[in-house]
Nanobody, 125 residues
Framework: VQLQASGGGLVQAGDSLRLSCAASSRTGASYSMGWFRQVPGREREFVAAISVTGASTYYADSVKGRFTISRDNAKNMMYLQMNNLKPEDMAVYYC???????????????????WGQGTEVTVSS
């Protein structure tokens, strides 16, 4: 299973950014997917997850109402639309895949089956 995240960059507070995650075809058909983020010195934390069909989504409280996760299984892609970015959103963002979106929202990141490489988001105040 291969995941490739992209779309990070430098933005100002209040701006928007969309992250993308390209998945191998097997991932797109079989796994829930999600986004996590990590800042230096802290554990990787859950951001959002989406079920295989896209019918169910889960968000961290800190991003509810600002971030939207979506996926396009025909293109084997997952997205994270981030609006009204705040300095505290600055982190390296990782895409991930596992069997259950709901479990991804609560399990330790150490238990996540598949990871992509990170893409860095920098938010200036």
């Amino acid at each position: 299973v291969q995941l490739q995240a992209s779309g990070g960059g430098l933005v100002q507070a209040g701006d928007s950014l969309r992250l993308s995650c390209a998945a191998s075809s097997r991932t797109g058909a079989s796994y829930s997917m999600g986004w996590f983020r990590q800042v230096p010195g802290r554990e990787r934390e859950f951001v959002a997850a989406i079920s295989v069909t896209g019918a169910s989504t889960y968000y961290a409280d800190s991003v509810k109402g600002r971030f939207t996760i979506s996926r396009d299984n025909a293109k084997n892609m997952m997205y994270l639309q981030m609006n009204n970015l705040k300095p505290e959103d600055m982190a390296v963002y990782y895409c991930a895949a596992d069997l259950s979106a709901r479990e991804m929202s609560t399990m330790s990141s150490d238990s996540i089956r598949f990871w992509g490489q990170g893409t860095e988001v920098t938010v200036s105040s």
